[in-house]
């Protein structure tokens, strides 16, 4: 099946596959009611849309998704790497980073903080040039200085405990 005055759209079956070919301009691909689905630019990306909205499309870089991308069965995975070297998934219990390829795991911020999973209390925070802190149950037990260790307790009833590699406790 041939469109255009030269022909310029193509639909056809060889056999074995089905094809469309597009010999100018971009290839729409569009609902009942008008609104885009899917549009072949010429010489460029592909536009993926929802609701009229493109919501997926490929550039120079890429692949780029504008909103969220849901992997909606437990243990499916965000790999990245030639050998899926970094995986972010949850496996039906736990949220899992998996490093499993060469070298370290590295965060790079000037500041991180790690809460517990209401984003009510603080358990970790780490400061750029400044502080290492951990907290219990959010309160403030335990911070680097630069001048050493400031250790905290409740009532300024301090206790530190070393324990040897027989459990054995050794001072307080």
Known sequence: L????????????????SFIENYTGNLHIKGKNGEES???IRDGGVE???????????GSTGFNVDGNCDLVNDNNKLQLG??????????GSDSI???????HLQI?????????AANNENMIIATEN???????????????????????????????YLRTND??????
Do not use: M, P, W
């Open 97 to 103: 980073i998996a490093d499993t390829g060469t070298g």
């Open 130 to 160: 400044g502080a290492v802190e951990l907290y219990y149950d959010n309160n403030l037990r335990l911070g680097t200085k630069s001048d050493g260790l400031n250790l905290r307790g409740q009532s300024n009833n301090i206790h530190l």
């Open 48 to 58: 993926l849309y929802h609701n009229n909205s493109k919501k997926a499309f490929t």
């Open 108 to 116: 790079r911020t000037n500041q991180l903080r790690v809460n517990n």
């Open 82 to 91: 030639n050998d899926a070297d970094l995986q972010l998934y949850h496996d």
């Open 38 to 40: 899917i549009v072949a």
């Open 167 to 172: 459990g054995t406790s050794r001072g307080e």
């Open 2 to 17: 041939c469109a255009g005055s030269s022909s310029d759209l193509e639909i056809y079956h060889n056999g074995n596959n």
